[in-house]
């Protein structure tokens, strides 16, 4: 969602998406994404589905090791 903006914290960003936050920790080696949960565990997996957009270029995996 677009429309939600980001906090900055340090190195982090962080915007506040209801049932879950997005994190960026900004490092630099590069940028972690992660998302936090904000309901309780229940079994099994959780499962987060997202579009990506980019205009990097992709590789195989082999090609970064």
């Known amino acids: ?30 940028i972690e994404q992660s998302f936090v949960l904000a309901f309780p565990r229940a079994p099994g997996d959780a499962v987060v589905r ?3 957009c980019t205009e990097l270029a992709s590789m195989p995996i082999a090609a970064i090791e």
């Open 1 to 30: 969602r677009e429309d939600v903006p980001f906090t900055r914290s340090g190195h982090d960003l962080t915007r506040d998406l209801g049932p879950l936050t997005e994190l960026y920790a900004l490092d630099p080696r590069g």
């Open 50 to 52: 997202l579009d990506v």
